[in-house]
């Protein structure tokens, strides 16, 4: 087992972020008002992974946090151990000048270049105590699960759990509803999930085909899964519309597809009820190498179910009330971060998706932000934008959960500037710091 002290820019930016004050948000019914920060620590500045997760690997109770081929032990995450060979060595150019480094070609260099490593996730599979890890790679490749050693060291068993992981955002959550969770995502023109089986978990996951074979490619955006219908069971959200899973999943039926168009294919999707009128919206970003951030409103008509959309962050700063504005939204999360009981979206521009000369706008300000869920008494919304930063962007995915234990989701992103992990504290203030520290309309 290789470990070392691994720490660049540590605690480097603490950005504010508030509540919106009204009195139906936690913290403020008594005149309270709270600032939300995020303390960013970049973990490396290699790349070696477009994503990473919470785990913990060395069973002391603590969250590490695995991206790429290392897990950085937690709760300061600065020592880091190799878990799977890293034995990559770039050369590129910076500033004119030959530079090599450890890991694929990214902010280090001045090339693009796609790592096997996309997306982590953690889950004890052999039920023996210890967390593994689990591994979606490149999109069309195989998805592979680590076991845990128990602490023993050296590299861990690698272990195949899909042989073709397709689509661009696949996930792993269970669908169908079994308490386990299962890789949801398309494989060799199907959209289905695979699952490990409890009693022989070191054997391929067993495909299920909830669709009909339509051809899905590899490079397909957009995926997530979500009780759309409002029938307790989770259905497969898509760019084209949802998947309605059955009364029964016995012998493998197709699904009832329902078109409908979520953008040109974009990120991680959810089912939510946005403006709390007791039907699940879904929630989407439009494109996931261009513009565009929205939630599409169920409305039921005459017995039939249709979705209204609503952009609230696009490609212009007009197009948003606070004049926010950014590309490449391929990472999402759906979290209560202000614990006012509503969910919240995190997201962000990926960070050099294909490159420093790909896509729109490729070398903005790497924004990370998220939005607050504010509803209003006659159904309207507004989604109030913070900003956590303005330095690192997120990779394919973008995480929140709450690491420390203190009650207040956390955020990590792996991509192609490094490895980074915020964490949310709050602050009581005065009503003029919090009113201050507002959000401003954007006045063209």
């Known amino acids: 087992m ?8 540590a605690n480097a930016l603490a950005v504010l972020v508030l509540n919106s004050g009204c009195a139906s948000n936690t913290g403020n019914h008594a005149g309270k008002y709270t600032l939300h920060s995020f303390n960013r620590q970049q973990l490396t500045d ?15 109770g603590k969250m590490d946090v695995v991206s790429g081929p290392f897990w950085y032990a937690g709760p300061d995450f600065k020592t880091r151990h190799e878990f799977a060979p890293a034995t990559r060595r770039s050369k590129s150019t910076k500033n004119g000048q030959p530079v090599e480094f450890a890991g694929y070609k990214g902010k280090l260099g001045n090339e693009n270049e796609y790592t096997e490593n996309f997306f982590a996730f953690t889950h004890d599979f052999n039920r023996d105590g210890w967390t593994d890890i689990l591994i979606l790679g490149f999109p069309g490749a195989e998805s592979w699960w680590f076991e845990n050693p128990k602490g023993a060291g050296g590299h861990w068993k690698r272990h195949v759990a899909l042989d073709v992981t397709d689509n661009e ?26 699952e490990p089986d409890p009693a022989n978990p070191t054997a391929p996951f067993k495909w299920h085909s909830l669709s009909p074979n339509k051809n899905y490619h590899r490079f397909t955006h957009g995926l997530g ?66 513009y565009g951030l929205a939630w599409f409103e169920q409305v039921r008509e005459a017995g039939e179910t249709r979705f209204k959309e609503h952009i609230f962050v696009n490609k212009l700063p007009s197009e948003n009330k606070y004049g926010v504005h950014f590309s490449q939204l391929h990472g999402i999360d759906l979290v209560d971060i202000d614990g006012d009981g509503l969910k919240d979206i995190v997201t962000g521009k990926r960070f050099w998706a294909h490159g420093p000369a790909g896509d729109p706008e490729p070398n903005a300000t790497p924004f990370v932000y998220w939005f607050q869920l504010q509803r209003g008494t006659d159904k309207s919304v507004d989604w109030i934008p913070h900003l956590v930063d303005d330095a690192s962007g997120t990779g ?20 192609k500037a490094g490895v980074f992990v915020f964490t949310h504290v709050d602050r009581k203030v005065t009503q003029a710091e919090w009113e201050t520290a507002q959000p401003k309309p954007f006045v063209p």
Request: proline share 4%; aromatic share 12%.
């Open 46 to 60: 290699e790349f070696w992974s477009e994503g990473a997760a919470f785990g913990d690997f060395n069973h002391d």
């Open 2 to 9: 290789i470990s070392r002290t691994w720490m660049v820019g």
């Open 169 to 194: 955002s696949p996930t792993f959550q269970d669908i169908t509803g079994d308490g386990r969770p299962e890789i949801v995502c398309s494989s060799k023109g199907f959209y289905g999930w695979a």
């Open 225 to 290: 899964i979500g009780d759309v219908n409002g029938d307790g069971k989770k259905d497969l959200l898509e760019k084209d519309g949802w998947w309605e899973q059955p009364a029964s999943l016995a012998g493998d039926p197709v699904w009832k597809h329902h078109p409908q168009t979520f953008g040109v294919g974009g990120a991680q999707m959810y089912a939510y009820d946005v403006n709390g009128d007791g039907l699940n919206d879904v929630i989407s970003s439009l494109s996931g190498h261009g």
């Open 396 to 415: 394919v995915e973008v995480k929140a959960k709450d690491y420390n234990g203190d009650g207040k989701p956390d955020i990590l992103v792996g991509n």
